[in-house]
């Protein structure tokens, strides 16, 4: 009896809707394929194109505006190995981003551990707007206050320092001090975001974990250690990626705090050249196409291995899921 | 005693955080000399003449005029190829419709300093370098919008579209008329995500536009740090009209940005 109503029921449906005809498959792809071409065009034209055409032009002695391109291999990459500025460039980054990376993620952790809300206080809010306000700011805007804060004579930075007795610095123009500068600059217009990305894991920590914790005993930094941290593991793996991603491709700070257009971006000395400044200059400034495309699939590479290497390590080390 | 302490670390770094935001609307709207006064003058004055003779005497006000116009027409284009290719990849069967998903995540997986030389060539030999659509139509979709959509138009009820079909109305109208009405909030985020974006952008224009005339607000920034070197109060003037938008828009829609700008950074972890 039931089986016959279902099928009646079959019947009746394909009866309204029609047995799926090939026209009506046809059209209803080429409706997909129509709904698709103006996003997927643009991506790969603009940005797989040039990803592909990365890998050719590195291995050609090329240029933009002589015809006659010539195939030389992997020569382009002997005449960088023989750079000391880029060693130097790749040394920069590397500290840039080995010093950016904890550092962030301990301070975005430690906001959003402070901003966490707490049932009988929201004054959460209106701090976390205020931290996060930088990450939407345009950078050269931005950088212009903070070239005026680090000035060693008017500055803040200096006042904060002669404040606490501490000796002064001379910031941007000082080889030993431009590079953290700009750290500090990066972590002032960034943390926000890290913070909001923690805050968010947090919340997502069921609330009778916590209570069953806390009942057991456990609060401050026991609780902390074992209950809120490793459940924080996949959030915390999430930041580390994006922020050594971000650094690692960090230009305009640079380029606007450390001189701009005037061509001494990247002083004093080289001290603050890093791997995507030098690409810059040696493409737009020098027009040494073939040389500046060996570099970025140097940074290409080297970005895909550190995603990479992370997502490795993470596997052994993030328990919750 | 936990709760007091926690409320004036929160204000502590609160005020800390906002101060060289703050700072610049002191020394741009400050008297004269106030920069370099010693003790340092910490409350703005409200003198608008700096801004008005920068904008008097200078093409700023052209610069602006180009940041709005790249501004606006890359948030209508990302809605419609954002709102198209959300649809398809929510409603529309296909094959290589999982194609399209990869090519769209796929994006966000190119490291974006290392394919600016490649770019520049691709876009030479389009004939696009110095114009508007340089800095336009490479930005006029992007991986967040899709997602965004598809999400949303996945939530529709099916029996909508089923009516719909069964009516006679046609895909673009069911779009217009009731698929993004009900995406609204896809929508605003979309906006906002777009405008933080496209007014901020920095290096592409420095790199891809060589003319003065076309350059954006941000990039022409760089051109007054040099004119107006020891110029504080104009300096800052000019960025703050850079960043006045931004502040702006932060304030009304706080709560919506920060859970787009962080939705959009979550979603790549999915």
Redesign the interface.
């Known amino acids: 009896m039931i089986s016959s109503r279902a099928a009646f029921l079959r019947s009746f449906t394909r009866a309204m809707h029609g047995p799926r005809s090939i026209g009506a498959t046809l059209r209803?792809?080429?409706?997909?394929?129509g709904?698709?071409m103006?996003?997927?065009l643009?991506?790969?034209?603009?940005?797989?194109?040039?990803?592909a055409?990365?890998a050719y032009?590195s291995f050609f002695h090329w240029n933009?505006f002589v015809n006659g391109n010539q195939f030389v291999g992997l020569r382009n990459f002997e005449i960088l190995a023989n750079q000391p500025l880029f060693w130097r460039s790749l040394f920069n980054t590397a500290y840039y981003v080995v010093v950016l990376v904890p550092t962030t993620t301990l301070l975005a952790l430690a906001?959003a551990l402070?901003?966490r809300e707490?049932p009988?206080?929201r004054?959460?809010g209106?701090?976390?707007?205020?931290?996060?306000?930088?990450?939407?700011?345009?950078?050269?805007?931005?950088s212009?206050?903070?070239?005026?804060?680090f000035n060693p004579n008017?500055g803040?930075a200096n006042?904060i320092l002669g404040f606490l007795h501490l000796p002064q610095l001379n910031w941007l123009q000082s080889v030993t001090w431009a590079l953290p500068s700009v750290m500090i600059y990066t972590l002032?217009h960034s943390v926000?975001?890290y913070t909001?990305?923690f805050l968010?894991g947090l919340a997502s920590i069921p609330k009778n974990v916590l209570e069953a914790a806390s009942v057991d005993g456990g609060h401050g930094w026991f609780a902390f250690r074992r209950v809120v941290w490793p459940m924080l593991g996949?959030v915390t793996f999430?930041v580390i990626v994006?922020v050594s991603?971000n650094t690692?491709?960090t230009?305009?700070q640079i380029?606007?705090l450390t001189g701009?257009?005037?061509s001494l971006a990247g002083g004093p000395a080289f001290a603050t050249t890093t791997?995507?400044l030098l690409?810059?200059q040696t493409?737009?400034l020098y027009q040494h196409?073939s040389l500046?495309?060996a570099m970025?699939?140097v940074?290409?590479v080297l970005?895909?291995a550190l995603?990479l290497i992370q997502k490795l390590l993470a596997d052994r080390i993030v328990f919750y899921r | 005693m936990r709760?007091p302490l926690?409320?004036i670390?929160?204000?502590v770094?609160?005020?800390a955080?906002?101060f060289?935001?703050y700072?610049?609307i002191v020394?741009a709207t400050g008297a004269r000399g106030s920069?370099?006064s010693?003790p340092?003058v910490f409350v703005p004055l409200f003198h608008f003449l700096p801004v008005a003779s920068v904008l008097a005497h200078t093409h700023l006000l052209q610069h602006v005029l180009n940041s709005v116009i790249v501004t606006t027409s890359t948030i209508v284009l990302v809605l419609?190829?954002?709102a198209?290719?959300g649809?398809?990849?929510s409603e529309?069967?296909?094959?290589?419709?999982s194609l399209?998903f990869l090519?769209?995540l796929?994006?966000m997986?190119?490291?974006?300093?290392?394919?600016?030389?490649?770019?520049?060539?691709?876009l030479?030999h389009?004939r696009m370098l110095n114009t508007y659509a340089a800095m336009i139509?490479?930005f006029?979709?992007s991986t967040s919008s899709?997602f965004l959509f598809r999400q949303f138009f996945m939530r529709l009820p099916t029996s909508y579209r089923d009516i719909a079909s069964v009516e006679g109305v046609s895909?673009a109208r069911y779009l217009w008329r009731v698929a993004l009405p009900l995406a609204r909030p896809a929508v605003a985020a979309t906006v906002l995500l777009t405008f933080?974006s496209s007014?901020?952008m920095?290096?592409w224009p420095?790199?891809m536009i060589s003319s003065k005339s076309i350059q954006p607000l941000?990039?022409s920034?760089?051109?007054y740090?040099?004119a107006f070197e020891g110029h504080?109060r104009q300096?800052?003037s000019v960025?703050?009209l850079?960043?006045l938008p931004?502040?702006g828009v932060?304030a009304l829609t706080?709560r919506y940005?920060?859970s787009a700008?962080?939705g959009g950074?979550?979603a790549q972890?999915e």
Do not use: C
Request: glycine residues 4%; without cysteine; charged residues 5%.
């Open positions: 209803e792809a080429l409706l997909g394929y709904l698709v103006p996003s997927a643009i991506f790969l034209v603009f940005y797989y194109a040039p990803a055409f990365l032009i933009l906001f402070l901003l707490m009988n206080l004054s959460g209106l701090s976390r707007a205020l931290i996060f306000l930088p990450h939407v700011t345009p950078v050269v805007a931005t212009i206050i903070w070239v005026w804060i008017f803040l006042a002032w926000g975001l909001v990305l968010a996949p999430f994006l991603v690692i491709q230009f305009s380029y606007t701009g257009p005037s791997d995507s690409i810059y493409a737009f196409f500046a495309s970025s699939l940074l290409f970005t895909l995603t | 709760a926690t409320l670390l929160r204000a770094i609160g005020m955080w906002i060289p935001v700072w610049l020394v920069a370099y010693i340092p419609f190829t954002g198209l290719g649809y398809a990849l529309v069967r296909f094959p290589g419709r399209y090519l769209a796929g994006v997986m190119l490291p974006q300093q290392a394919l600016m030389v490649p770019q520049y060539v691709v030479y389009l139509i490479p006029a979709t899709i895909t933080i007014w901020n920095f290096q420095l790199v941000e990039v920034l760089t051109f740090m040099q504080w300096l800052a960025a703050l850079a960043l931004v502040i932060f706080q940005i920060v700008v962080a950074e979550l972890k």
